[in-house]
């Protein structure tokens, strides 16, 4: 019984063989997409160079102004870098360079309702007292 | 480039000279107008002239400077509708500027004997706090207090507060340091590498073919590289448009 059904013929499995390697073969680097890949990497290089940078120099002056010489140094350049990999985290995974952990990518026009409402006079004018 | 090999330094190409024939050389005062400065105004005046001149005929069937003129807004149009929607058109006029601007000036550095004014941190700086002050102004206006909210992830408790908010803080403020550094330390590399490559083509002699064939693939990718950063700046304001707009 079990002799009755052959295994499957090696041409066909060659077939199949060479017909996934032509698949793989003819995935190629799209140009446009590189230029995309290599604008990411270079986004992401300098993010932690400088939260570090803004961290040390808040650090800096605390202590100068304050007269506690290493300790907001100290502090800050850790949380300087914290942000650096906070940031970093956040362009990789799409979220963008912005601050705040924003759920939805995609603008909303809900808030396009509300917009003329800053053209508005008294608006203005009080932020000009402001 | 260098001639002779020795003498010339590859950081010599960065340096600012007053172009007021009163001055001694090395010698710069305030006001006055230097090789920045004309690199400066000789892009503007390209930038105006490309686009002034492209679109002069305004032809329903487009030429080819009215193609490239109308290629250059769609591709910034389409970037802003992507990333900041509808609402982003109005600050089409300031984008736009931008990359014109930085592009023109990056490709501007490319010709030999010419200077790339986005090669100085102060040029790069002073356009990164241009959009990082709009940025936050236009926040403020729009969303008032509750703009500082921003610091504030939602959902963390409020034991977490004191050390997530100054984080949140620094990140916000390293914004205008990254965006200057990444086309500043870009150009400043590049050109500075190009230089030292050239430099050996000289020395060398006949395998001086070696650093001339390095030379050569360097400047095809200085260029993507000026496309690339200019998009890149372009881009970043386009995102703190955005979240200025939309908070969290």
Known sequence: ?130 | MAEGGGGHSPLEQFEINSLFPAREHGEIGMLDFTNSSLMMVATLVLVSAFLILGMRRGALVPGRMQSLAEISYEFIAGLISDTVGSEGRRYFPIVFTLFMFILFGNLLGMLPYSFTFTSHIIVTFAMAMLVFTGVTILAIVKHRMKFFSFFVPPGTPVAMWPLLVPIEVISYFSRPISLSVRLFANMLAGHTLLKVFAGFIGVMGVFGILPFSMVVALVALETLIAFLQAYVFTILTCLYINDALHLH
């Open chain 1, 1 to 130: 019984m079990q002799d009755d059904s052959p295994p499957p013929s090696l041409e066909k499995l060659n077939e199949g063989l060479r017909a996934a390697k032509a698949k793989r073969r003819s995935v190629k680097a799209d140009p446009g997409e590189r230029g995309k890949g290599m604008a990411f990497a270079m986004r992401i290089g300098v993010e932690i160079v400088a939260a570090l940078i803004v961290g040390v120099g808040i650090g800096l002056l605390l202590d100068h102004w304050l007269g506690t010489k290493p300790w907001f140094l100290l502090l800050f350049f850790v949380l300087g870098a914290a942000a650096g990999f906070l940031n970093v985290f956040r362009v990789v995974s799409g979220l963008g360079g912005q601050v705040g952990y924003r759920k939805e990518s995609a603008p909303t026009e809900s808030d396009s309702g509300r917009e003329p409402a800053d053209g508005q006079a008294p608006a203005k004018g009080q932020d000009k007292d402001g």
